[in-house]
């Protein structure tokens, strides 16, 4: 079974500031996704991710298979970036293929 | 392109009381997906349908829990009667393949959030 963990669990930080998200899981995995849950709203699939480096605006994902390690970075934080990051590993575990992370609950303050 | 649609976005409840809810998933979307979100934790499958047929059910609590999808496209969850550990965000999702695999992706909808006092 595939162990999905996530840190920080809470992250408050200054508007401006490099924000690192970290995943890690136990079981080799085909690809992972990066999600983002926003207060009221609904789940935001935001990257994903087999291998290397993706980047879309101020938000880059990373992923080393090898490892078993991924990372969600914010450059130039900005208050609308307060939200729930989930990691989602996609190994095979479950009928959906998706074993979750249980979240970063990110706070940019201005 | 419309995303999944899921009606209503709240509701409260008292505990024994029942409560049903609706998810249209995207147009041709074969795969639909009925999450348990609980605060604090990551998404729960609780049941995937493929087409109008179940695929997986084994974390739904089918004592109380039941979902339906009979023509293959929408999906209603119902819950008789809630309990208070029932309160969390019921997530749809859908997806146009069996299983999410690389090159392919899962979408979500905007989820119902349930409070049950």
């Known amino acids: 079974k595939n162990e999905v963990e996530q840190s920080p669990q809470n992250l408050t930080a200054q508007e401006g500031e490099f924000i690192t998200i970290n995943c890690s899981y136990s079981v080799g995995i085909s690809a992972l996704h990066w999600l983002q849950q926003h207060p009221g709203g609904g789940i935001v699939s935001l990257f994903m991710l087999s291998s290397g480096k993706k980047k879309h605006g101020r938000l880059i994902a990373t992923i080393n298979i090898q490892e078993k390690h991924s990372s969600l970075h914010i450059t130039a934080s900005h208050p609308r970036d307060s939200a729930v990051y989930i990691c989602a590993a996609i190994s095979g575990g479950g009928a959906d293929g998706l074993t979750f992370g249980k979240g970063t609950h990110l706070i940019i303050q201005p | 392109e419309a995303g999944v649609a899921q009606s209503p976005r709240y509701k409260i409840i008292e505990k024994r009381q029942s409560v049903a809810f609706w998810c249209n998933p995207i147009s041709g979307h074969a795969t639909l997906y009925w999450y348990q979100q609980i605060l604090g934790q990551g998404p729960k499958l609780l049941i995937q349908?493929?087409?109008?047929?179940?695929?997986?059910d084994s974390q739904l609590p089918k004592d109380r829990f039941s979902a339906e999808r009979l023509k293959g496209v929408d999906s209603t969850l119902k819950i008789q009667p809630a309990k208070l550990e029932d309160s969390a965000v019921y997530l749809c999702?859908?997806?146009?393949?069996?299983?999410?695999?690389?090159?392919?992706?899962?979408?979500f909808g905007e989820g119902s959030w349930l409070t049950v006092v």
């Open positions: 999702a859908s997806s146009s393949f069996l299983r999410v695999r690389s090159g392919n992706t899962i979408y």
């Open positions: 349908f493929q087409n109008n047929g179940v695929v997986d």
